[in-house]
C-alpha cells in the first residue's frame, strides 16, 4: 500500500500549511517536509505512518524508517535551493524507471 501525505499552500502570503495537525501543539505543522510517501503490508499502517512522518519531518522520519525495515517511505522536502529528496534503501524497487 502506498500512500502519499502532503501540504497546501496560501497563494497570497506564500505560507505552505499542512492539513497534519501537530498532537502536541495543536497547531498545523510547520517545517520543510511537503510530502511523505509510505510503502506498508496493509492499509491502515500506511496511513498511520505517512501521517506521523508528516508530523515528525525528514530527518526523525527517516530515523523512524531504519526501526521498521519491514517499511519503505520517499521524502520530498523544501530546502533553500529548491526540493530534494530523501528515501529508504528498498523503496526505488517500487518506483517504475
Keep these: 500500500m502506498l500512500l502519499i501525505k502532503n501540504l497546501t499552500g496560501n497563494s497570497n502570503t506564500g505560507k505552505k500549511y499542512a492539513h497534519t495537525l501537530d498532537p502536541i501543539s495543536g497547531m498545523s505543522v ?3 517536509l511537503l510530502s511523505a510517501s509510505i510503502i506498508t ?3 491502515m499502517s500506511t496511513d498511520a505512518y505517512a501521517t506521523t512522518c508528516m508530523v515528525l519531518g525528514v530527518e526523525k522520519s527517516m530515523k ?11 521524502f520530498i522536502y523544501s530546502t533553500k535551493e529548491g526540493m530534494e529528496v530523501a528515501r ?7 518506483t517504475i524507471k
Design 88 to 94: 529508504t534503501e528498498g523503496f526505488d524497487k517500487y
Design 64 to 74: 523512524l524508517m531504519k526501526k521498521h525495515p519491514e517499511m519503505e517511505g520517499c
Design 41 to 43: 503490508n496493509d492499509c
Design 30 to 32: 510547520e517545517h520543510s
